[in-house]
Structure formats: C-alpha cells, structure tokens
C-alpha cells in the first residue's frame, strides 16, 4: 500500500474520555497511525483552533429511501450527516417498505455502502409494517447486523404487545427504541398543548401523551428486564421519570434533539409547518427541564431526528402538513448554541454514547489512538454562520433555523480514513 | 393595514377607526341607491374552502355596494377538488389579477400563511378555530352603537355562551371586548373550554343561570351538534340544561341587555327561544351591521390612497 497519501491532522486538540490534548493526528489507510507533536503527512488539515475528536453518530436520521426519494436519498442524507460531523447514522426504519424485512435492511445498508460517505446502519421495525400488531424477528435481522428496532414515527401502543416484544428483544440481545406517544390523546394534534396552542385555536399535543408511555415502558422494562432506549424525550415529566428510572438501575438510556434544546412552541404563531414536529416543541419550562438531563447525565445522547420533506409538503394548512424538521447540518451548532457544554461533554453526547447505544461502538465513538479506526471529525465552537436553507445538502430545505446565527462549525470529517468533508464542504 | 388576520393585528385605535369608517358605510347602505365607486377596477377575490352563506354574502355584498369587482372561488366545485394544493391556487388566482383576497378555511393559520403567494391584500373570512376578526368588529360595533358610546364598552359584562374550545368568534371577541375595557366571562363545560385561558383577562362561569341576571349583552354561540356526537363533550340533554337561552331564562334578561348571536342559530339546541320575542335581541342587526364593517374594513386595505370623503360622496 505504498501509493496510501498519510493525513496530517494538524493543531487541533484531541477529545478522549480520559483526556483533552493538544496534537496531530496521522491517519493511513482507514486507522489511526500516529497521535503526537509536528507530525508530517502527505496531507495535510488544517486543525489549528479546532477539536478533533471520534465522528458524530446519529441514533435518529430519516433518510426516506426506499420510499420517498423526493423528500431525501441515502445519498443526499449521507452527504447531510457527513457536513453535520457524523461519521455513522441509525436510519430510522419508517421508510416504504419498512425495514421490517431482511431484503429492505440489506438495501439500506448496501445504498449507504455505495454513497459512502459514512456508516449507513440501517434499524429495524418493532412490529411488522410498523403497525403494533404482529412482531418482527429481531434475531433473523440482528444476523443483519441490526441492533436497534423501533416503530418511530409511531409508538407501539398495545401494553402486552410491548412486553412481548421487549421479551424477544432480550432473547436476541438488540435495543427496542421507543417513540413514546400514545396516539390517542394526539388525534390530530398540531403542537403543544398549552396556553400558545389555546389561543391559536389548534388541535394540543398534550405532555402526557409522551409520558403516560414513557411510564408504562418503564414498567415494562421492569418486568423484563430488557434495553430501551426513549428517543426524542420533550417533556419535564418524562426526564423525571428517566431520571429515577436510572437510579433504580434500570438498563434505560435517552436522548433529546437540538430542536427540542432550542425552539419553543411559540413559533408556531407563525402558522409555518416548518415549526411542526412531532413531539412537538414545547415550553422554557421543559427546555430548562432537558437541559438539566443533559447536565446531569439522564439524557445519554444528543439525536438529530433529521425528518427531511419535499417543499410542496410543508406548504400544507398547518394540520395537514407532515411533522419533521431537518437535524444533521445544524447539530453540533445549535447544541453548542443553546447550551454551555465543554468539548468533551458534547463528544460524549454526539459520538461516544450514541455509538454504544447504536451497538455501533467497534467503529465509532472511540478515543483517538494509534490503531483506532479514523472516524473522525474536526470541529469548533467558535465560528459564527448563518444557516441557509439553500445552502444545506440535504434534498429538503424544511431546517427551522433559516436565517438564524449559530456557533460551531464542523470543518473535516474523515469516514472510514477518507476526508469526506474538508473546510467545510463535502469531498464527493 | 396590509392585510386583516388577526384581531391581534389591529390597535385599539386602528378598530375605533374602523369602526367610524363603518358608520359612513352604514350611512350609505341606508340610502336609495346603497352603491358607491370607491372601489371601481377593484377585484376582490372570495375564497371559501369551507361552506358559508351569510359570510360570503356579506363579503360580496361589501364588495358589490364599494363597486369593486367579485370572483368567486368555492372548493366543493374548483380544482381543489383535482389535488391542486394551495399554493397553487393562491398563485393562480393572484395572476388573475386580484387586488384582495377573502379567505375562509377549516384550519387554522391558513390565510396568514397565503400572505407569502400573493402581494394582494389578504382578509380572515374565518380560519378553524383561531380567528374571525369582521365578526369581532361588526359585533363590537353592534354593542357600542346600541350602548351609544362609540369610543369603548368599559365596564360592559359580556357573557360568551358555548362552546369556546372550537370557536374562533369566542377568540376574536374576547381579544376585541377585552382590549376595548369589557369584562368578558366564559359560560361553557370545561370540556368545551381550550386547555389554558392563560392571558385572555376572562372569567368563567358554569351555568348560564350564574350570568343571565346581570349581563349587559349575553353572546349565545353555535352549539356543533358534531362536537357532541366526538362524545368528547357531554350529552345534548345536560349541555341544554345548563347553557341553552329558554324562556325563562331570556326573561331575566335587564331591560336594556343585548342578545347576540354570530349565526346560524341552532334552534332547539343553544337557542329555545324565538329570538324575535326577546326584545334585547339584535341579531338581524348584526347582520346588517356586517355589511357596513366589511365595506369599511375592504376600503381600508384596497382604497386607502382615496380620501373616504372624497369617494364615499357620490353615487355609483
């Protein structure tokens, strides 16, 4: 492999568990060949006022292919993630046929090999069409290499069909991932149900919704003693209840979305569905309450839930148009924007955990060492931009932060020993 | 005024304005020949995606009496019925050359948000459960011309009576009488009132029986015989009993108490009694007050570089 070119990752500071340093980093082939003082490379990146650390891994991103490549393809939605930082992502499993089957997992994985411009792994459903009635074989697809299931879009609302489910999960070893809403106390609901939503007169989401299920999965893990992981947690009365769930040493993890750390229900006024997701954005109160789980380690990971939706779409009345708001590109700036996080906290949100919890940690998520694999990426949380919806790569523009600023900047990203992102822009 | 969304748009002034404006049209809807040109070369498009009669016939006959031209676009017949989305009917209409856009639709939020496919003047004909901002000022303007102050209704107790939770007439109204010094209280089961009233400056009440002795106008709204089949709500029986208008109750009205009502009726259900026996009763004059405050809300956004003394003079 003599004709390999080294890459010199050079003045940035190194992000590890254990410590936070200043080097270079020489990658060769697709590991890490040397950490250490003025190293020389046939390549060389410019790291200077930067963080290096493990690449993001996003446990949340819809990439909509098969099914609705208008909206997103693997391709485009890889290229979003490798912009964002992420070197790997969960792809949720909502997509047309649901990932329920092995042909459709292995479709997703190979599309993800072929834009290669990170790890594509692919979840697979809970139930079969994502329906909540009949289960999927979780071991059949775990061969796969699939390690977390989940209904996403839709909670699984049926109690005894959960547990049985949680059972099975256990029995093959993989992760159930709830999306906790119980579907109906949210007939067609359009946002928070609070003092915004009663006087725009629509339809409320109410927080106990999401936490009615949050409370019954906890009793149900309880029972079983499987994993499950809560995405998209929204509310203060759901971190509580996650909260004392982990004290009980339950095997609970959590995430949270930039969106849900930074935009309040209150934008809704302007009627644009470019604000509608689901769960939907909600009060200070609750923002105040998932930060603190973040702080405090209730919430393990940081998921973008990246939803991409063709522009015609979101230009429905406010109750006909598709929840969903784009994740990847925004992340790391808009959690650094909202939230006062040391580098190596925010590498523990966005890369170390998720990577664990996405079983995905072999790879991803690991220290910058010599032989580590080099999923890396470069990245600052000083740079002021502004985001620009024509300026994404994802096919979609639905990002709720046009025209805002935000801090912190992804500049490189290596997948897989490749430099897919350089300054700022994608390679391929 | 570049468009009429919200109630929540207009300053207290802007409404007393308007409301002004609206004696001269009511002036002129009292002569022989109620036409004026103030609007001639005007086109004012009405754009109902959910049915109406009386709105949309009180907006065209605004339109008709200031002489602008009407087009008039209902869903049940058009291309919506063909998947066109909104967007593009908005924008197809505008290339027409439409220079105002009366807008009725079953959800909320939808004229604001065809503000930004047209650079003509946009109206809320009634939006879902938000907003109906004409009816707040033909109401406003009903009670302060009986009241004879035309300035305020401070001090006024005014009852809304019904389902509030689904009512964008309860929205504008309370935002109008409150801001204009009424003190307004809600009469509804908690199940028909919206899930927070945090910052509406109301009261509630849980009967009609509480209110109907010392209300200055008592506010009957349409009781959706379809929210009571959602079953979400109580029974037909014990809504009637406790917020229907009968006899009796209409007895108790003071002297000088207004009955209104934003149409239509449900007789039998909300109203057991034959408005035309109450003698407070003013609903055909809210009728008819609604021409006038649409043809000086109309005027306002399309003829406002006309002086209304100038225009509002002469005969068509």
Same mark, same amino acid.
């Given at each position: ?20 340093? %200043? ?13 250490? #003082?003025?190293?020389?490379? #046939? ?7 930067? @963080? ?33 930082? @992420? ?50 074989? @979780? ?20 109690? #005894? ?38 006087? &725009? ?116 009345? &406010? ?66 931009? %502004? ?13 709720? @932060? ?27 | ?33 109620? !036409? ?5 070369? !005007? ?34 017949? +058009? ?26 639709? !079953? ?57 509030? !939770?689904?009512?964008?007439?309860? $929205? ?30 109301? +009261? ?44 009796? $109750? ?16 449900? $007789? ?49």
């Amino acid at each position: 492999m003599s004709a390999t070119k080294s890459i010199v990752i050079r003045g940035a500071t190194v992000v590890n568990p254990d410590a936070v340093f %200043e080097a270079d980093v020489r990658v060769v082939d697709a590991l890490i060949d040397a950490v250490g #003082d003025a190293l020389e490379g #046939d390549i060389v990146l410019d790291g200077r006022g930067c @963080y290096v650390s493990s690449g993001f891994v996003d446990l949340h991103t819809h990439l909509r292919e098969p099914g609705k490549e208008e909206a997103e393809t693997i391709e485009s939605g890889s290229r979003a993630a490798a912009l964002g930082g @992420y070197t790997a992502v969960v792809a949720m499993p909502n997509t047309d046929p649901a990932q329920d089957n092995v042909a459709t997992v292995r479709f997703v994985r190979e599309q993800g090999i072929k834009a290669n411009l990170c790890e594509v792994m692919p979840s697979g459903c809970i139930t079969v069409g994502r329906l909540g009635a009949e289960l999927v074989s @979780y071991a059949g697809l775990a061969d796969e290499g699939v390690t977390l299931f989940t209904d996403d879009g839709t909670g699984v609302q049926d109690e #005894d069909t959960m547990k049985r489910a949680l059972v099975s999960a256990r029995l093959a070893n993989v992760t159930l991932a709830q999306h906790c809403e119980v579907s109906s106390m949210t007939n067609g609901a359009v946002m928070h149900d609070g003092a915004c939503c009663s006087s &725009l007169g629509v339809p409320g989401w109410p927080s106990l919704a999401e936490e009615q299920m949050v409370q019954r999965d906890i009793n149900l893990v309880r029972a079983t003693g499987a994993k499950m992981h809560f995405l998209h947690l929204s509310t203060q009365g759901s971190v509580q209840m996650v909260r004392e769930a982990k004290a009980e040493g339950l095997p609970i993890t959590a995430e949270v979305t930039p969106h849900h750390l930074s935009l309040l229900d209150e934008l809704l006024t302007s009627f644009d569905p470019i604000f509608k997701v689901n769960p939907p954005l909600r009060t200070a109160a609750d923002i105040a309450a998932l930060k603190a789980g973040v702080l405090d380690g209730t919430i393990d990971a940081i998921a973008t839930d990246h939803a991409p939706h063709a522009g015609h779409t979101k230009e429905q009345p &406010l109750d006909q148009a598709p929840p969903g708001m784009l994740g990847l590109e925004t992340a790391l700036a808009v959690v650094n924007t909202s939230m006062d996080l040391d580098a190596r906290k925010i590498v523990e949100l966005m890369s170390w955990n998720p990577a664990r919890i996405a079983g995905l940690d072999a790879r991803h998520g690991r220290a910058v060492a010599v032989g580590e694999p080099a999923n890396l990426c470069v990245w600052n949380t000083a740079d002021v931009w %502004e985001v620009s919806r024509e300026g994404l790569a994802s096919k979609s523009k639905n990002t709720p @932060y046009h025209g805002m600023n935000v801090r912190g900047r992804v500049r490189h990203t290596l997948f897989s020993g490749q430099i897919v992102v350089n300054e700022g822009k994608a390679t391929r | 005024m570049n468009h009429l969304l919200s109630t929540h748009d207009l300053s207290i002034d802007e409404i007393v304005q308007l409301l002004e404006l609206a004696d001269h049209m009511a002036e002129i809807n009292s002569r022989a020949v109620p !036409k004026v040109p103030a609007l001639r070369g !005007k086109t004012i498009a009405s754009v109902f995606f959910e049915d109406s009669t009386r709105t949309r016939l009180s907006f065209e006959t605004a339109a008709k009496r200031l002489s602008a031209e009407v087009m008039t676009f209902s869903a049940s017949t +058009s291309s919506v019925n063909k998947g066109e989305s909104l967007r593009d009917t908005i924008e197809t209409l505008t290339a027409m050359g439409v220079h105002a856009f009366v807008v009725r639709h !079953k959800s909320s939020g939808v004229p604001k948000q065809i503000t930004q496919w047209t650079n003509a003047a946009v109206v809320n004909a009634g939006d879902g459960w938000h907003q109906h901002p004409t009816q707040a000022m033909l109401d406003a303007y009903t009670i302060t011309r009986n009241f004879g102050d035309k300035e305020s209704m401070a001090g006024r107790t005014i009852a809304i009576v019904g389902d509030i !939770k689904h009512s964008r007439v309860a $929205r504008s109204n309370v935002d109008v009488f409150t801001r204009m010094g009424a003190n307004v209280v809600l009469v509804a089961p908690d199940a028909l009132l919206p899930s927070s009233i945090e910052g509406w400056n109301v +009261s509630t009440a849980s009967s009609i029986d509480e209110v109907v002795g010392h209300v200055d106008v008592l506010y009957m709204l349409r009781m959706q015989r379809e929210r009571m089949d959602e079953s979400l709500v109580i029974s037909l029986k014990e809504y009637t009993d406790l917020y229907a208008l009968t006899e009796e $109750r209409a007895a108790r009205l003071a002297p000088h108490a207004l009955l209104m009502h934003p149409g239509p009726i449900n $007789r039998g259900v909300e109203m057991q009694v034959d408005p035309s026996e109450v003698p407070g009763s003013r609903i055909l004059q809210q009728v008819a007050n609604g021409i006038s405050v649409r043809m000086a809300v109309l005027f306002s956004l399309l003829g406002g570089e006309i002086s209304p003394a100038a225009t509002l003079g002469g005969d068509a």
